[in-house]
């Protein structure tokens, strides 16, 4: 059998692949990613400096991930405590009785607020109001906790705050796990249904009544 135009038969098909590869994206599912695990360092200072901080002090995750919060501060102790703001100010201010000793902290900022070797995840709704509370973290050449994992499930935003050291702060944002929305593949693949090259004198540009369509 004889081709009587092998270009035109070559540009049709090509211009089949290219009506046939929007229409499975369009049908694709929105992917999603695995959980990850991320560490922040607290505190970094060494023995005449302290660096009263979060490295980074604004972190980005999605739900499902872990954060794990690790003192490397030396001659440091710090605290990684979530909830209302008023809530926590309240429980920073008591922290510390005044003089004169003896020196006997508030047990609900300086103890963990979760049971030793429990899984830790932060809610909104956690103990009635978001609060989480490492307790105070020791300097890592001493005995103690030096570090906090605190797992996120819940798209927002969370504030953290060091109980012992006023303004140092961070913020995390949680996002919801798929990595692309379902809408916004679908969106994409309409809008590049839309553009198609003329090649060779070529009309590839689909039909009004095509089955490819925003509606």
């Known amino acids: ?28 599912p929105a992917r999603l990613m695995a959980p990850s ?36 501060g030396v001659n440091e102790i710090h605290t990684v405590t979530f909830g209302p703001r008023r809530y926590v100010e309240a429980i920073a201010a008591r922290l510390f009785p005044p003089p004169p000793p003896p020196l006997i902290l508030d047990p609900v900022g300086a103890l963990p607020s979760q049971p030793p070797g429990t899984r830790v995840t932060l809610t909104a ?51 919801a796990r798929t990595q692309r929305p379902a809408e916004q593949a679908n969106g994409a693949a309409q809008n590049n249904s839309r553009r198609w090259p003329q090649w060779w004198g070529v009309n590839m ?9 925003s509606r």
């Open 125 to 175: 709704t956690l103990h009635g109001n978001g609060f989480l509370n490492s307790g105070i973290l020791a300097d890592p050449r001493t005995a103690g906790s030096h570090s906090f994992t605190v797992r996120f499930t819940q798209p927002g935003t969370y504030r953290l705050d060091c109980l012992i050291h006023a303004g140092m702060q961070a913020v995390i944002t949680v996002r």
């Open 37 to 72: 695990e991320l560490n922040v360092l607290v505190g970094a200072g060494q023995d005449t400096v302290q660096m009263l901080n979060y490295f980074p002090a604004s972190i980005r995750v999605h739900a499902g991930d872990t954060v794990t919060f690790r003192l490397r």
């Open 205 to 213: 540009t689909p039909a009004q009544d095509s089955t490819v369509s």
């Open 1 to 28: 059998m004889r081709i009587r135009d092998p270009m035109r038969v070559l540009v049709t098909g090509l211009g089949l692949a290219l009506i046939i590869a929007p229409m499975t994206t369009l049908a694709a």
